[in-house]
């Protein structure tokens, strides 16, 4: 969001909207996107397509956690690390 806002006045407010509407779907279903790592799933963002969130879901607790915020071009084990 902060790098939208810099370097052209107002596309990170509508970044961070993508990314709050992005985690709504996934609240939604959160089946229904792919697994790329063990229990990670991504979800891409409609709008700014290079770009994905990255979650688990556990559903005995029914707990969402979001892992990460990545652009596409970085590296896939980026934010394997986290839990």
Known sequence: ???YNAAVLGPGDDFEK???QTI???KANPYAYNKVYREVRRA????FKWYAVRFSFV???NTLRILS???GARHPDYGKDRR
């Open 1 to 3: 969001m902060r790098y």
């Open 18 to 20: 993508e990314v709050f």
């Open 24 to 26: 709504d779907r996934i």
């Open 44 to 47: 891409r963002l409609k709008r």
């Open 59 to 61: 559903e005995s607790s």
């Open 69 to 71: 915020v990545l652009h």
